[in-house]
């Protein structure tokens, strides 16, 4: 059985969203690590980003779905979907 053309599609569109996500979050990550080396507090940072982050989801959504979407962040806190574990050595 083979695959219809749309959901062939489809895929390559998820594909291209995660890799558009990855660059996203290495450019972040790259602007993170600069700003803290000029000695910007990483709190600091982190409540910039997510003002900003907002301020953009609301432009592009609006403010009911930015806020849908930010009422279900406490779950997903709390089920480590952010959680990073680093290994120390």
Known sequence: M???PESVS???EAVADAEQRRAALNYLGEAW???TLDGL???CLAQAAIFLAFQELVAVYGEQPAASF???LAARVRAGEYT???VQQ
């Open 70 to 72: 930010a009422e279900g």
């Open 33 to 35: 690590d600069e700003a």
């Open 84 to 86: 990073v574990y680093r």
């Open 41 to 43: 507090d990483p709190d």
């Open 10 to 12: 489809h895929a390559a």
């Open 2 to 4: 083979s695959e219809r």
